[in-house]
């Protein structure tokens, strides 16, 4: 498929990429404040831990958002239009134990998996395999943090 196919064929497909970069964003920022307000039993582990989601999340978005200009659309790219269409939800900032930090991310993450399959999903309606190599790569990692995260608290 050329890109003025693809550019025509993909708007439903932009506009969940951008709803699901939104919440990239807020995530990015989220487990910061998870990584900077854990304490107590686990803070060494889960801090770095955090470190290392939130240093992948940013390289996830940026991906997110050149396939969005690759299929011929713009990314959304200011926090205002993130918070306006993010389903993730901040938090304030305070201290927060390691089991409870890991249950928030397992949450999150939970939403992220179930918003790339409906990316996937939209993705392969529009025959626009890019984006579905993109997403399932996405849509495997996050079942592995979902299963290290759930092992977590168990
Ligand atoms: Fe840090």
Same mark, same amino acid.
Not at 47 to 68: M, N
């Given at each position: ?6 550019? *025509? ?22 487990? =910061?404040?998870? =990584? ?10 889960? =801090?770095? *831990? ?22 011929? =659309? ?13 389903? +993730? ?14 249950? +928030? ?5 939970? +939403? ?26 996405? +849509?495997?990692?996050?079942? *592995? ?10």
């Amino acid at each position: 498929m050329n890109v003025k196919q693809l550019e *025509k064929e993909s708007t439903a497909v932009a506009t969940e990429m951008n709803n699901f970069l939104a919440n990239l964003n807020v995530m990015y920022v989220k487990l =910061h404040n998870l =990584h900077w307000n854990v304490t107590g039993i686990g803070f060494f582990e889960i =801090h770095v *831990k955090l470190e290392e989601l939130y240093t992948d999340i940013t390289l996830d978005l940026d991906e997110v958002a050149e396939r969005i200009l690759t299929i011929g =659309h713009k990314p959304l790219a200011s926090l205002q239009s993130y918070l306006a269409v993010a389903s +993730i939800t901040e938090i304030s900032s305070q201290d927060i134990k390691a089991l409870a930090a890991i249950e +928030i991310a397992l949450a999150d993450y939970t +939403i992220l998996l179930e918003q790339a399959k409906a990316v996937l999903a939209l993705a392969e309606a529009a025959n626009d395999l890019g984006t579905q190599d993109l997403i399932s790569g996405l +849509i495997s990692k996050y079942e *592995k943090t979902l299963w290290m995260l759930q092992a977590y608290t168990n």
